[in-house]
């Protein structure tokens, strides 16, 4: 037997060494050599005894001891492990081969740059592409997929490229039929958060914006229509009125009926997406509220002809961020009045940053919020979300609601509202 062969020998009998070579190994995987030094805390009798017969040093007083691996393999000089190395007695006390964690992890790293640049090449598309370098460049926006990989949950990484193949989908297509396309389950994408991520990531890089991505059912259904995915196309709706429409260059005689009829419009998505223009029956201004009660407030005051004004039901649906963009392409102004809190404040700034200049604010200046203020108190950590908004037109009324901390409400304002579209109107004959 060899001196290699007796010190594993030795060493796998002596139970007291058996913590010491637990350190000795991770030591060696982790510097990918023999060398440095490990710490043992709360020795016991035993341990220390076995310590004194190596070093030939008294360690009864002490409770830890620091252990330098070149020392201790000079201990095997003059014994009959002379000539032994101790990287393979190590390996054959812990009886396996010892893996260096640095060429662990890098063998680990390239398996899975090969399994991203597989699926990317069976997956050929700009979209899949772009999720791929994003993965390699270990961007934080899709850490999930990382994670997904380490927990070798591969099958739903697929699904996301396979599915990212076939968009965006022109006609249209409805997310659970998408879902049972691609995976047998209609209801697969409900709880997938990466396939959102992924569409999140593919549209900021080709559109080469920063969006922030919120988390609610409105923003995720924009994100999905965006690709030609339909979500909610029926109670997903915008109501409106003394607004036309064409379809193949045609006016649609739902329309013109209507506003023949003077009648509110709610149209779904399902509708909206099959129309191809849209303005007002006169001019080229619409007026936009926020609260469904201010909207029929106003109708019930003006009995004249028609006016262009809509309906969007609080926070926007994806209904009717359509209908805006329809009357941009047409080139209409569009007025925009909301409530006078944190969340209306950012809904009319999001709308001005995403539409421009053809969004103008409607009785936005600090006297209209004062007007519209009530007594009840808006909470602090609502308040906060004022300091997020970047819009020098809002400043002014930004810093009064923040000082004064009162909400504000839009059905304060119908008269005022409703004497700026007769103003409106009255200008537009003369």
């Known amino acids: 037997m060899n001196p290699t062969q007796e010190a594993i020998k030795y060493f796998k009998k002596e139970a007291n060494y058996s913590r010491l070579f637990e350190k000795f190994v991770n030591k060696i995987e982790s510097l990918g050599t023999v060398g440095g030094s490990v710490t043992l805390n709360q020795l016991t009798q035993e341990e220390k005894k076995a310590l004194r017969n190596w070093f030939s040093k008294d360690f009864s007083t002490m409770d830890k001891v620091t252990i330098d691996l070149q020392k201790f393999s000079k201990g095997f000089m003059g014994t009959k492990f002379e000539g032994a190395d101790l990287f393979d007695v190590v390996e054959g006390v812990a009886g396996r081969k010892l893996i260096y964690k640095k060429e662990a992890k890098e063998s680990e790293e390239s398996l899975k740059y090969e399994f991203f640049i597989g699926l990317k090449e069976r997956y050929n598309h700009e979209y899949t592409s772009i999720l791929t370098n994003s993965i390699i460049n ?61 569409l999140q990531l593919v549209r900021n890089k080709l559109e080469t914006i920063l969006s922030v991505p919120e988390n609610n059912a409105e923003y995720q259904n924009e994100l999905l229509y965006h690709f030609g995915i339909l979500k909610d196309d029926i109670s997903n709706f915008v109501s409106c009125y003394g607004l036309l429409a064409e379809r193949n260059g045609k006016l649609l005689k739902s329309w013109e009926c209507d506003l023949l009829e003077k009648n509110v419009k709610n149209v779904p998505l399902r509708e909206l997406k099959k129309v191809e223009k849209v303005y007002p029956n006169k001019g080229n201004t619409v007026f936009i509220v926020e609260n469904s009660g201010v909207f029929s407030s106003i109708l019930d005051k003006y009995d004249g002809e028609p006016i262009p004004l809509i309906c969007t039901h609080g926070q926007f649906k994806l209904a009717g961020l359509q209908l805006i963009e ?85 059905e304060r304002h119908i008269n005022n509202l409703y004497l700026d579209i007769i103003e409106y109107i009255d200008r537009e004959k003369s």
């Open 326 to 410: 329809k009357l941009i392409e047409t080139h209409n102004v569009l007025y925009y009045s909301g409530d006078y809190d944190p969340e209306g404040i950012q809904m009319a700034s999001r709308l001005k940053n995403r539409y421009g200049t053809n969004i103008k604010y409607w009785r936005y200046s600090v006297d209209d919020y004062r007007y519209a203020a009530t007594e009840k108190e808006i909470p602090n950590e609502r308040l906060l979300k004022l300091t997020n908004i970047q819009d020098d037109e809002l400043d002014e009324i930004i810093t009064e609601i923040t000082r004064s901390k009162r909400f504000g409400y839009q």
């Open 138 to 198: 270990k961007e934080s926006a899709v850490v999930g997929f990382t994670t997904s990989y380490n927990q070798k949950d591969f099958k739903s990484i697929e699904i996301v490229y396979q599915t990212l193949a076939i968009l965006p989908i022109q006609k249209g297509l409805r997310l659970p039929v998408l879902a049972e396309k691609i995976t047998g389950n209609p209801h697969y994408f409900d709880k997938d958060t990466k396939f959102f991520t992924a």
